[in-house]
């Protein structure tokens, strides 16, 4: 059996400007019952999303988290004991758990996972962060072979796997990211074309050079300066496609949008269009087939960082607001 | 013979601020000679079109407009001579003539216009303007019907072109004009739903008003708050088919764009598309068809607003911009 405390971290308080240690609190609930048609899980991993903190500012694509609730978040879990049809105990599923050791669960609101190892890809590259890249930068983006492809927040889980996409369409490959050491990274790691460092300053001259024919796709994660930048450098019947905007999230967002937007859009014929990837999942199944043979070849790396410990999973979140992260975050229960 | 003396009106001087009379000159020149591949055109009626001002502000799908060189502009004319294939005196055709009489113009920049009446049409609702309203509306949009269609400019050229053919498709259509004589035309006379007057402050609230399910297709002839308070009402999956933004080229233009760009875009799975006419010529006799055929069934009315003397053209123009006209704007020479 087992133990039946069950720690949880709750939102105390919804924060104004940037988010804090002091936004939340662990407390040592009880292990929840399973009603008709849930399934009772114990959490393995964490994962940990820009979106959960945008998921504070009020309704999304999901209602607003709450103060005093349990911090909503995705997780990977193990089936405990079930009171769902189709699941049986030691089943991996994939679900909104909260951060907490056990979440019991609607089944219409969990997806069966495989049983691979390292566990940890199903929320990587088999998870919500590569059918993001996937399906965002395929049927949104739409890159042709040859065309500059460039990507914000590309260290990040979701950009460091599309600006991988990109290189195996042909594409050339621009990232931007957040320091000297990632920006290496991606390029000789990851083996993107070439990287721009945000936090250098100049972001458009760097940009400029980097895609020196112009922008063809713009895989924007992160919204503000560096959209209204690539919104200037984009081509002819270029494509944004809109995953994003990082940089709005952790306090208060801007009160305006890109300059440029919307007569650049008109003259240059583009197309911004936002997508979530719950919208293709029943494309799901082909999607991870790709994923799985373009990781098995070794043309898709995947990075990941784990944190041990729920009790840290408020300072992970922090941190990946800050970009210390390279790759998926996410805290082993 | 024509007489020889060619009457042409001169951008002076770019306006920094409002467009006004000063910054135009006419002056009395001589009728140009067709070198081999051009036509001399005899200029019938010029287009009065926002995009006009545009122009002036720098390149954008065509070079900017040069101080002290004659003004650009699409116009209706007639063949008096002819030094390219394909074309003989008498033919009517349609291109960039420019505020004169006369022009020599190259043949690949003019498209050869049946010979129909009133001849007027060939610059509304069988020219730029009803072709416009036609693809930006149906290719770009996409409207379904049953969904609510919102469009501003509504008494404009393209707009109430848009309007009209939104509710053959079936939609609950929306007019945003300014004025209250306009948006009563709009119900009254060409069968919009409802109409907002912008000039009657309280925007928002009016559209919510006026589309209480939100907004599935949104046309933008506009930019600026108007689309602001759009996106905002916008469903989700929503289209937005970006024409034009009118409230940007007289003057200068706004620092920042829309408030919700692009948080709303992801959030709601909004698509934004720029477009221009020109990408869609290939499909440009099915699409006149449809328009022959619902203006001949009195499905699609056309209303023009025709000024006498190539002289107002300046004040044509900048009556345009402060909104004065319905329908589509043109100067018989």
């Known amino acids: 059996m087992p133990d039946t405390v069950n720690r949880q971290i709750l939102l ?23 009603k008709d048609g849930e399934a009772l899980l114990h959490v393995r991993y964490i994962s940990l999303d820009a979106a959960n903190r945008a998921w504070m500012h009020g309704a999304t694509y999901r209602s607003a988290v709450e103060a005093n609730t349990v911090m909503a978040g995705g997780g990977i879990a193990e089936v405990v004991s079930s009171k769902a049809p189709g699941l049986k105990p030691g089943d991996i599923v994939f679900g909104d758990t909260g951060w907490q050791d056990y979440a019991a669960v609607p089944a219409k609101h969990l997806s069966k996972m495989p049983r691979l190892e390292p566990m940890t890809h199903l929320l990587s590259v ?24 460039v990507v914000s927040a590309a260290a990040g889980s979701v950009g460091s796997i599309v600006g991988q996409i990109a290189k195996i369409k042909g594409c ?9 050491d990632k920006c290496h990274w991606l390029t000789s790691e990851l083996g993107f074309d070439t990287a721009v460092d945000y936090k250098d300053g100049a972001t458009f001259k760097a940009l400029r050079a980097a895609a020196p024919k112009g922008i063809d796709v713009y895989f924007d994660n992160v919204g503000g300066d560096i959209l209204e930048a690539c919104i200037a450098q984009m081509n002819l019947n270029g ?19 890109p300059r440029g937007v919307p007569g650049l859009i008109v003259v240059k014929r583009l197309t911004m269009q936002g997508f979530i990837v719950m919208d ?19 043309k898709l790396k995947v990075q990941e960082d784990v944190i041990n410990g ?13 970009g210390e992260n390279r790759g998926k975050r996410m805290v082993k229960v």
């Open 12 to 34: 105390v308080e919804k924060p104004a400007g940037k988010l804090g240690r002091e936004h939340f609190k662990l407390v040592e609930g009880r292990m929840p019952e399973p």
């Open 126 to 149: 088999y998870g919500i962060a590569g059918l993001t890249a996937y399906f965002g930068l395929l049927d949104v983006g739409k890159p042709r072979t040859g065309e500059t492809v």
């Open 172 to 180: 050339r490959v621009v990232g931007i990211a957040g320091g000297k």
């Open 239 to 257: 494509r944004i496609a809109c995953c994003g905007a990082i940089s709005q999230y952790d306090g208060v967002p801007s009160a305006h949008g």
């Open 280 to 298: 293709y999942m029943d494309r799901r199944d082909a999607a991870l087939a790709d994923l799985q043979s373009w990781v098995a070849s070794g």
């Open 310 to 322: 729920i009790e840290n999973t408020p300072q992970a979140l922090i941190g990946l607001l800050a």
